[in-house]
Structures are given as structure tokens and as C-alpha cells.
């Protein structure tokens, strides 16, 4: 992938608005306006459900005592009442405490960024359904430097499909307009937004990518795929203050507490995104920690890692703030966009040559960077989505480990791993590798690649359950915002295998409810080489915590999605309270 790719992708932007504007959440108050005051004295949590996600079978505590931001005891209540003698007691009037969620997989940056534009995703408050409805939605967001921006929609969530440039068109004919697809890659303009960046049929399309064309007229279609769209996306963020910009980090903020998250990740980054982040855990914006990856799928991106002198696994502010745990090294792309490289053909090619199977990236480069990650100590997380692109990866592990001679538990995860065959996970398992995958994109996507990719393949979509009986580490996330936030969203399609449409795909491969918290809490922490800090009820660890209104061990797995957050703890302190 180009440089341009990868610089455009998150380029930081703002505005001085309040969480509720996001278009993500309008209830949510923001996030550190709802920090207990009397959380210095300690907290004594009782009369609830308490799972301490300890061990591979559920158990739970009578009591939890937090001080100083951290858990001073977990067992009996007469036990958290002497631990923290003068604290106050909270009742969880039944409600079921966990772990805080620990996100493996996500763009903070790019979620911060977009609560600036119109949020058009099955998940908002308001989704669309039609043409109309995205055109209501857009109508009622205003301009930001001059350009009304959209993002999230879905064709195939659309009963009359995407609007067209003419529909585009008709309801903005002088105001420039971007709407992005959920996938984060593609998207549309309108003829004022193309005028407003010069673009023409003859435009030549930066690349990967393309700048469509009608092939009846040779006119263009408003449709932008890869880096053009990036680039078009750049353009109508523009540039923007750094208090600007912490307001769009303390709306992203509000709107994950209000799912649980305590730990949050934001893959791609570049320097100034770096610097933005440690500016603003300075100044005290954000609470949540970000785990941050920068990208080297490139020669441009790569001498940014030997350069720039990151501190690899340390925090910015001591045991928190931004954590650079290591680099994402990518072999290919999103399978519903067919660029997911697999070794047999696509069931459907619509668009590309006879017996498409994806496309990889560059065998020496993949090589190149996995491998100065094994030599240099670095943290490696692979992005590989077909079989093919996993091969990729594990031949270049392979490669790496031979060549250093570093064995061993690395804390190397796969992430994504769609289509990773039984054989592939024996090769997990023998180089001790973990693999994160995303229920989401199954429900989201699962019914259309039945077609694109044939029943066969389209079932086996993230096959949680055979990660796990072949012994692999297996986390999930949810990669927001191509796909909703909800961690119990994403929770309960772990468990159901369900598409948004009520299909059920692969049921064998379905995890039960406790792995699935699990994959999100220890076994997360765990990824992060944070297993001695987070992830479990255990004295002496952070008192990162959630609190909800129901047990997701105790109802029925169709139910699991309907659980609310009630509460988010961070380091003993109220970030989200309902209400």
C-alpha cells in the first residue's frame, strides 16, 4: 500500500462540539464528567454477580475493594470492608461486574475522527434504510470546511440500494458531499465535491485503486475505491486546531465507555497522530489506554519504525496513556471487497479476471518487516484475511524465527484470520501465535459472501471454536467502525454465529458465552503483555471494571446482544454511568 494510503487514512481532525453531536449516542453524557467524586476514599463493590474471569471455568467473588486505582481485594465482603476500611460501599443491586473490556483490534483515531461527519452505520441511533434516509441524515449534519461529510452506510442494508451521483446531486447541488461506506476504503461524492478537487475523467487515480467511470459514457459515477477515496477523504477533513482536534478524542472516548471498553487500540498510526495522542494524555483528555500500531506495509511507513525511535510496550505516562505495543505488517485486504487472497478462486468475480483469488502484498516487504520485528524484540500483529494471506504470514514467521532464532511466546498475533484452515491453526499453535477475529464482520457480512465466496467457505468464517480446540489464543474485537462498537454485540454473534438477517452460519464454530468474554478480557490482556495488570478481578491489578444489567453466562445466547453497560470503571473511577 502507498504511503498516501497510510498518511491519509488518519490524518487528525476536530471540532469544538459535544459528545451527544457524534451522531453515535445522543444519551451519553461525556465521559470524565461522570468520574465519582468520592472515588478517592475507595470503593467496596457487593450484592452483585461478580466474575473475576480467572481461569477457563466461571468464577465469581462476594466482594471487590478498590484503592488508588487499584483492586485491594476480591473475595468476601467482611474481607473488602477491612481491606478498605473507610469506603464507600456500592451496591450492584444484583448487576453483574466484570473485567473492563480490552479492545485488540480498532481505529480510535479514525472512530475520533468520524464522530465530526454523519454516522450513517446500522449501528447508529438513526440508521438508515433508504436513499431518503441518508439523504434526511446528511441534510440535517453541517458543513465542516465547507464539505458535508457521511460515513458508514451499507448497500446491502439499503432496501433501494446507495444513492447514485444524480440522487447526490439533486439534494445538494451546490455543497460539496462525502458519504464512506462502512468498510472505511470506498465511498462517494457528489459533482460539487468533484469540483471542488478538480476531478475529471481524465484524473488519473492514485494508487491502489480507482476513480469510477460509467463504461456507456465514460463520465464519472461519484464512486471512489482505495487511496482516491482517501484522498478525496483528506481533502474535506482539512486541517484543524489540537483543541479541535481533543474534542473529537474525548467524543470517541464517551461513546466506547458507554460499551465497556477500557483499553482501546488505534492500528495505522503515524508520527503526528503519536504526538497528538501523548499531547492529549498530558493534558489529561483522554482516560481510556490506547494501544497504538503503527503500520510498515511499505517502504515510506517502514523507515518511519527504524527512524522515529518508538518506545516499543512502555507507556507515555508511567502505567498508562499511549502504549506502543508494536507494528501491524499487512498481506492483504477485506474479502467482502474481494481483496482477500485466497488459494482457490472467488465463487464470484463480478468485476475482475476469470479466477480471481485476491491479491497480496509484496512477498520481500512482508518478509522484510516480520523479521525485523523477530530480530529487534518488536511485538509483531499480522494483518492476514484469506487463506492465502495467512499463508503469507506464516511462511514469513516461519522465515523470521529460522533466521533469528527467536522461538517462543512473542505475543504474535494474526489478526482478522477469517479463513484460516485447520492446518494453519496447527501452525498457530506450533509457533505459539494468537489470532484475533471479528464476529461482527460475519454478521455483517456473512449472507453476501455466501455468493461472493460459496456456502463452503462463507460458513467457516471465523472458526473460533476449532482456534480454540487446536489450542491457539484466540481474542476478538469488533475493528469499529467498520463495524459496531457493542462489545456485547459482538459478544453475542460469537456466540450465535447470527447475520444481521437472522442467518446462522458455521454453528459448530460458535464459542460459549464464558470464552467469549474471556477473548476480550484475560486472554486480551494477556496479548498485550498485560496479563499481570489487567484483565481479570485480582488483587493488586488496575481497577479497570464494568458493570451490566445482566449476566451473559446466565441468559439465553440470543438474549446476550440486549445486555447494557451501566457502568465504566477506569483505574477506580467512573468514566460512563447510564443516565
Given at each position: 500500500m502507498s504511503d498516501a494510503l497510510h498518511r491519509r487514512e488518519?490524518?487528525?481532525?476536530?471540532?469544538?462540539?459535544?459528545?451527544?453531536?457524534?451522531?453515535?449516542?445522543?444519551?451519553?453524557?461525556?465521559?470524565?464528567?461522570?468520574?465519582?467524586?468520592?472515588?478517592?476514599?475507595?470503593?467496596v463493590y457487593v450484592n452483585g454477580t461478580i466474575l473475576t474471569m480467572e481461569g477457563d471455568a466461571p468464577a465469581t467473588v462476594e466482594a471487590v475493594a478498590v484503592?488508588?486505582?487499584?483492586?485491594?481485594?476480591?473475595?468476601?465482603?467482611?474481607?473488602?470492608?477491612?481491606?478498605?476500611?473507610?469506603a464507600r460501599v456500592v451496591d450492584l443491586q444484583g448487576r453483574t461486574m466484570l473485567p473492563g473490556f480490552i479492545d485488540t483490534w480498532g481505529h480510535f483515531m479514525l472512530f475520533?475522527?468520524?464522530?465530526?461527519?454523519?454516522?450513517?452505520?446500522y449501528f447508529s441511533d438513526d440508521p438508515p434504510h433508504s436513499k431518503a434516509g441518508i439523504i434526511r441524515l446528511l441534510r440535517g449534519t453541517a458543513p465542516f470546511n465547507?464539505?458535508?461529510?457521511?460515513?458508514?452506510?451499507s448497500e446491502t442494508l439499503l432496501s433501494d440500494g446507495a444513492p447514485t451521483l444524480?440522487?447526490?446531486?439533486?439534494?445538494?447541488?451546490?455543497?460539496?458531499?462525502?458519504?464512506?461506506?462502512?468498510?472505511?476504503?470506498?465511498?462517494?461524492?457528489?459533482?460539487?465535491?468533484?469540483?471542488?478537487l478538480g476531478l475529471t475523467p481524465a484524473t488519473p487515480a492514485a494508487q491502489p485503486g480507482m476513480i469510477v467511470k460509467d463504461p456507456a459514457t465514460g463520465r464519472l459515477t461519484g464512486d471512489l475505491l482505495f487511496t482516491p477515496y482517501l484522498v478525496a477523504r483528506a481533502a474535506a477533513v482539512g486541517s484543524y486546531s489540537e483543541a479541535q482536534a481533543f474534542q473529537t478524542f474525548r467524543a470517541a472516548e464517551a461513546l466506547l465507555a458507554r460499551q465497556g471498553w477500557t483499553t482501546v487500540q488505534s492500528y495505522q498510526l503515524v508520527p503526528q497522530e503519536m504526538a497528538s495522542l501523548r499531547a492529549a494524555f498530558d493534558a489529561g483528555v483522554i482516560s481510556l489506554d490506547v494501544m497504538g500500531l503503527p503500520a510498515v506495509s511499505d517502504a515510506a511507513s517502514g523507515r518511519m519504525v527504524e527512524q522515529t525511535g518508538w518506545h516499543w510496550g512502555t507507556y507515555s505516562h508511567g502505567d498508562h496513556g499511549l502504549k506502543v505495543a508494536g507494528y501491524q505488517v499487512v498481506t492483504d485486504a477485506a474479502p467482502q471487497l474481494r481483496l482477500a487472497a485466497f488459494t482457490q478462486p472467488y465463487a464470484d468475480t463480478t468485476g475482475f479476471p476469470d479466477g480471481?483469488?485476491?491479491?497480496?502484498?509484496?512477498?520481500?516487504?512482508?518478509?522484510?518487516?516480520?523479521?525485523?520485528?523477530?530480530?529487534?524484540?518488536?511485538?509483531?500483529?499480522?494483518?492476514?484475511?484469506g487463506d492465502a494471506g495467512i499463508d503469507l504470514s506464516l511462511s514469513a514467521i516461519e522465515k523470521a524465527i529460522s533466521e533469528t532464532g527467536k522461538t517462543g511466546d512473542r505475543r504474535t498475533v494474526i489478526a482478522h484470520s477469517y479463513f484460516v484452515r485447520p492446518d494453519q491453526l496447527e501452525r498457530y499453535r506450533q509457533m505459539q501465535l494468537g489470532a484475533s477475529m471479528m464476529p461482527p464482520h460475519l454478521a455483517v457480512y456473512g449472507d453476501q459472501q455466501l455468493g461472493i465466496l460459496g456456502p463452503a467457505r462463507a460458513n467457516m468464517e471465523a472458526p473460533m471454536a476449532s482456534a480454540m480446540a487446536a489450542g491457539v489464543r484466540l481474542t476478538l474485537h469488533c475493528d469499529y467502525p467498520s463495524a459496531s462498537p457493542n462489545v456485547m454485540d459482538t459478544i453475542g454473534i460469537a456466540v450465535t454465529r447470527t447475520t444481521l438477517t437472522g442467518r446462522v452460519m458455521g454453528p459448530q464454530e460458535h464459542l460459549s458465552p464464558y470464552a467469549a468474554l474471556q477473548a476480550m478480557t484475560s486472554k486480551a490482556a494477556y496479548n498485550y503483555r498485560e496479563e499481570t495488570l489487567k484483565g481479570t478481578i485480582t488483587a493488586g491489578k488496575i481497577a479497570d471494571l464494568v458493570i451490566l444489567d445482566g449476566n451473559p453466562l446466565a441468559v439465553a445466547p440470543e438474549a446476550i446482544k440486549d445486555i447494557k453497560v451501566m457502568e465504566t470503571i477506569k483505574r477506580g473511577r467512573t468514566i460512563y454511568r447510564q443516565g
Open positions: 488518519f490524518i487528525a481532525r476536530g471540532l469544538a462540539v459535544a459528545g451527544a453531536a457524534a451522531g453515535l449516542g445522543a444519551d451519553i453524557a461525556p465521559a470524565l464528567a461522570a468520574a465519582s467524586a468520592d472515588a478517592d476514599a475507595g470503593s484503592r488508588d486505582g487499584r483492586i485491594a481485594f476480591a473475595g468476601s465482603r467482611d474481607g473488602a470492608r477491612a481491606a478498605v476500611p473507610q475520533a475522527q468520524q464522530t465530526l461527519g454523519v454516522n450513517l452505520a465547507g464539505w458535508i461529510t457521511g460515513y458508514g452506510y444524480a440522487d447526490l446531486d439533486a439534494a445538494f447541488p451546490d455543497t460539496p458531499v462525502l458519504i464512506g461506506t462502512l468498510s472505511t476504503l470506498t465511498g462517494k461524492i457528489n459533482s460539487a465535491g468533484m469540483a471542488r480471481w483469488k485476491g491479491s497480496l502484498l509484496p512477498r520481500d516487504m512482508v518478509e522484510h518487516w516480520v523479521s525485523y520485528a523477530y530480530a529487534n524484540g518488536i511485538q509483531l500483529f499480522a494483518y492476514s484475511n
